[in-house]
């Protein structure tokens, strides 16, 4: 499979830079094919003389991977080639492409490149074939905040919806951030859409900040100190769809970070 756009952008340099665009050299019909997204792996048991499978699952653990083929107008000579060679390959980890196209400036997929095959036309070199494996099965928007400030010094108890849209069905852990103000020492979310599932740090310090990125989860405190036995272990997470949170702390600022995940073909 391959993908289609206009040019791209690879660990922040755009292809322009390497006098490349996006170019399709094997095509000659109207039909075209590009990744929606990696497959759908299910989990079912035969059982003899049954004539219907017992299903236990889905599930999507193969990364997407797809092809992108690039080139040039002019010739690529071979210093050219090196350098666009270094830039793409042998890096040391994933790193974010994004696709020149107006539908998907948002989105950028974690990828490595792990092959590249030389195009040539007349005996000149036009173009690249290049291979990338993404480090899941989808691409995603790129990180969004929600944010909250809150004057004075009490304590705060409030609701707000969040509607997570992502296309991983599974659930979004964001990164929470949040400072206390002159009288905090707790703080607890509750997501009534998730069994009323409580999110919960107690006994920390008036004006501490703490992050916690619950995918990786990791917690770390503006004191320096440990405070994971501050907190209940319930990793914050959210549903797909709506979550009514309530939150109740005297609480100054919260973020939430998050990204969605996107089943796009390019």
């Given at each position: 499979m391959s993908i289609y756009g206009k040019t791209f952008i690879f660990d922040s340099v755009p292809s322009e830079f390497f006098n490349l665009k996006i170019l399709d050299f094997e095509e000659t019909g109207g039909k075209n094919n590009s990744p929606a997204g990696s497959d759908v792996q299910i989990m079912q048991k035969w059982v003899y003389r049954k004539p219907k499978t017992y299903h236990f699952g889905n599930y999507q653990n193969t990364p997407l991977e797809f092809n992108l083929s690039v080139g040039s107008i002019d010739p690529i000579s071979g210093i050219d080639r090196g350098r666009i060679s270094k830039w793409l390959l042998g890096r040391g980890s994933y790193l974010k492409l994004q696709i020149d196209q107006d539908d998907i400036q948002n989105v950028y997929y974690n990828v490595i490149c792990t092959s590249?095959?030389?195009?040539?036309?007349?005996?000149?070199?036009?173009?690249?074939?290049?291979?990338?494996?993404?480090?899941?099965?989808?691409?995603?928007?790129?990180?969004?905040?929600?944010?909250?400030?809150?004057?004075?010094?009490?304590?705060?108890?409030?609701?707000?919806?969040?509607?997570?849209?992502?296309?991983?069905?599974?659930?979004?852990?964001?990164?929470?951030?949040?400072?206390?103000?002159?009288?905090?020492?707790?703080?607890?979310?509750t997501n009534y859409n998730d069994n009323d599932r409580v999110f919960s740090f107690t006994g920390c310090q008036p004006l501490e900040t703490i992050t916690i990125d619950?995918?990786?989860?990791?917690?770390?405190?503006?004191?320096?100190?440990?405070?994971?036995?501050?907190?209940?272990?319930?990793?914050?997470?959210?549903?797909?769809?709506?979550?009514?949170l309530r939150v109740v702390s005297g609480i100054g600022t919260l973020d939430i970070t998050y990204s969605f995940a996107r089943k796009i073909g390019a």
């Open positions: 590249a095959e030389n195009i040539y036309v007349g005996n000149v070199q036009r173009g690249i074939k290049l291979h990338f494996v993404c480090d899941s099965p989808w691409g995603y928007e790129f990180p969004r905040t929600l944010s909250y400030s809150f004057a004075g010094n009490e304590i705060k108890n409030f609701t707000f919806d969040f509607y997570n849209s992502s296309e991983d069905g599974g659930y979004l852990y964001p990164i929470v951030e949040f400072q206390l103000n002159t009288i905090g020492n707790s703080m607890t979310i619950n995918y990786l989860q990791t917690v770390t405190s503006s004191t320096g100190l440990l405070r994971l036995t501050n907190f209940n272990k319930n990793w914050f997470r959210l549903v797909p769809g709506r979550n009514n």
